[in-house]
């Protein structure tokens, strides 16, 4: 090397002790390093299980971190001593080759107990001294960094984290529990299994947080989703029955309503019409009835927590109520026709004796006895609705006549 470039190296090396040392030091300073390490005037913090095992090992690369700091600046500042020595004007190749390998080669001395295990050999032996070049040592120390802040900010998330997520679990469980009530559900063993299990990690909380956060997170919080989807499916599924048994009883009085009206529009028909080939057989009652009852078994055992079946039962019920709805509407509109053709020549008749009236024919004898007659079998019970129209249609048909008989009369006048 030259000495430019070992001065940069120099440079390069000064920049990366600067941010190690800097490094170094902020993660000794977070609060909850110094409770697991018990410094800084902190108790040390009594660990267990998944926490005390990771944490052991990352305090333990903490203590080596330091002591390869150390051995890292104590090698350049050797390196720096002799760069001191060099003239820039007279420079001495063996001394630039010699700070190059204090650099670049193999030249901090490691016992193997100071070396991570995984990078022991099957035979090293306890009192062997191996030699590393700065930069390999830098990029174990780096690894060994990395694994060490993850393990701390992975306790400090924790800590920070667990006891809002643990009463948020419990208090969607109760929450949960309390739907299921709604819902006619039997008590879920799960949630309270899970609820005592939540109780018991509140426990661990402080000694075993990463323990903890495995178990809420692998077992406890897919166990109450999965609870969760089931009762809010359940829940869809009963806010639909409900609509729908609203509808249905929105149907029901539909069908009793209009079968009254069939049943009323029957009876008048055969009362008020000869003819009644056109009249139609309303439903029986005991249809009527069969259908209601049907309903009512349908609430009973929906009250009584059975889903499914009644969902199906529903959609059949529903079905037939809106068959029997249009039989009767049909019956019924079969049933009123003759009685709206009564009514409607009684007023056709009304109309065609005030047209009469105003065209000076009132006294016509004709006139008069076809709507004599037309009127007493319109007004009698029951009615020839034939022949009441031809007598209705006979005078209106004499009144044009008649009518146009008066036109001419006044033209040839």
Known sequence: MTLEEIDQLLADWKVKIDIIGQNLIDLHSLSTYQILAGVSGFPKANLTGVTQTRVTSA????????????????????ANQLRSSVSRFLVSPQKLEEIENILTAPSIELSVVQIPLAERSLLSAPVTTDSIAPQELLRLMTNAFDNAKEVVLAVDLAWARLEPMLTQAQAEIEKLQA?????????????????????????????????VTDDFTRDLQPQITRVKTTLEQLAQQHQFLAE??????????QLIKLHHQAVEAHKESTLKVVDRSEVQIPLEDKQIEALVSWLSTLETKFAEGLVNPVR?????????????????????????APLD?????????????????????????????????????????????????????QYEKHLNNGVNRVINFKNLS
Request: charged share 20%.
């Open 59 to 78: 305090l333990s690369a903490m203590n080596d971190l330091f002591g390869y700091f150390d051995l890292i600046v104590n090698v350049v500042n050797k």
């Open 244 to 253: 729908s048994f609203a509808r249905a009883h929105q149907l029901r009085s």
């Open 179 to 211: 739907l299921a009530v709604s819902l006619g559900v039997e008590p879920l063993t799960e949630l309270s299994a899970v609820s005592q299990k939540i109780h018991l990690l509140r426990g661990c909380v402080e000694s075993d947080p990463l323990g």
């Open 312 to 336: 199906v039962g529903l959609e059949n019920w529903i079905a037939k109520v809106k068959e029997y709805i249009a039989v009767t509407e049909k019956v019924y509109a079969a049933n009123r």
């Open 341 to 393: 053709m009564r009514s409607e020549l009684r007023g056709r008749l009304d109309a065609l004796k005030a047209k009469a009236l105003a065209r000076g024919l009132a006294e016509d004898t004709i006139l008069n006895q076809l709507a004599l007659q037309a009127q007493q079998l319109l007004y009698s019970r029951p009615t020839p609705l034939d022949e009441a129209a031809q007598l209705v249609s």
